[in-house]
């Protein structure tokens, strides 16, 4: 993704949704985790963090992952365990679900389930979708 929107920086949005899956114990934890950090600006910094350590996301390691980025940890907490951020869950989960993602990472564009997830193939769906909109504006 990092070189999509490098070679994309004005014409590709990146949007970011949870879908926590069941057969990991600890996933609904790491989403609620990563939406609190989110509430202090550091959403990317604590998804680097769950990904560097995905074998360690019990809730004393999410606590700990919390001040290493220098979050308030007491907002922290309170943003984990609040309605909010699982309503936030929820409802992205039930986007997935009625997306069809099965596992994750699952990747759309414009709406289109991503089946080449290589460079190459995100590239030739963006210069499509990115030829077809100039030639409606057109």
Known sequence: MDQVLAAYP????????????????????????????????????????????????????LKKY???????TAKFDADMNSPEVKKQIDEEMR???ASQVQGTPTLFLNGKRVTNRSFEGLKAMIDEALKQKGAAAG
């Open 95 to 97: 986007l997935g679900n």
């Open 10 to 61: 004005q014409d590709v949005k990146f949007v970011y949704k949870q879908f926590p899956l069941s057969m990991h114990q600890n996933a609904m934890n790491a989403s609620k985790a990563a939406l609190a950090a989110s509430k202090q600006g550091k959403f990317w910094e604590m998804h680097e963090k769950l990904f560097a350590n995905q074998r360690a996301l019990d809730p004393d390691s």
């Open 66 to 72: 919390a001040q290493e980025i220098g979050l308030d």
